[in-house]
């Protein structure tokens, strides 16, 4: 699955004004924000009835909506049972 998020322009533009003015953006935001995407890849796999292991994997492109963090890859296991 990919997703992509684009950040509304005003948005954009306003953290532009209130970094150039040397005023903060908010908590956890590194700089203006554009827009990110994610690529997920995920396979389930039977191992008795009722119970699926997920593995997953996703790249994060412009995680939290800059360029200022570097691309992320994430992995993982979910296990799945249905009691």
């Given at each position: 699955?990919?997703?992509?998020?684009?950040?509304?322009?005003?948005?954009?533009?306003?953290?532009?004004?209130?970094?150039?003015?040397?005023?903060?953006?908010g908590?956890?935001?590194?700089?203006?924000?554009?827009?990110?995407a994610t690529?997920?890849?995920?396979?389930?796999?039977?191992?008795?009835?009722?119970?699926?292991?997920?593995p997953?994997f996703?790249?994060?492109?412009?995680?939290?909506?800059?360029?200022?963090?570097?691309?992320?890859?994430?992995?993982?296991?979910?296990?799945?049972a249905?009691?």
């Amino acid at each position: 699955m990919y997703s992509y998020y684009q950040i509304g322009y005003s948005l954009t533009e306003g953290q532009k004004l209130r970094q150039n003015a040397g005023m903060s953006l908010g908590a956890f935001v590194n700089g203006p924000q554009t827009h990110a995407a994610t690529l997920e890849a995920y396979y389930d796999i039977p191992v008795m009835p009722g119970l699926v292991v997920q593995p997953v994997f996703e790249y994060m492109m412009r995680p939290g909506e800059t360029s200022k963090i570097p691309n992320a890859i994430l992995t993982g296991v979910k296990l799945l049972a249905a009691l």
